[in-house]
């Protein structure tokens, strides 16, 4: 079964960063949020694959294959930030 990857990584200094393991949940834990409208979704994949198609809703942060996000995104991680809500990423 497919796991999520649940994000602490933005709360956390940034030298603390590399020894976070972040929680996972399942796909029903994750539809259960969706439904509730409690979880904030994070795309994590290059912009052309998030245009050809993402889960509602999801916020695109494109970190893959890197360690920090582009400095155009820096909107997006400030709303990250100062949300309340759980923040789950995918790539996938």
Do not use: N, S
Not at 84 to 92: D, W
Request: net charge positive.
């Amino acid at each position: 079964m497919k796991r999520l990857f649940l994000v602490a990584l933005l709360l956390v200094p940034l030298g603390a960063r590399a020894q976070i393991d972040a929680p996972r949940i399942t796909q029903q834990d994750f539809k259960k949020l969706i439904a509730a409208k409690t979880v904030v979704i994070v795309d994590t994949r290059v912009a052309d694959v998030f245009e050809l198609g993402h889960i509602p809703g999801a916020l695109l942060l494109p970190l893959e294959g890197r360690l920090t996000w582009p400095d155009e995104y820096e909107k997006t991680v400030q709303i990250l930030l100062k949300t309340k809500k759980p923040v789950v990423t995918y790539c996938a």
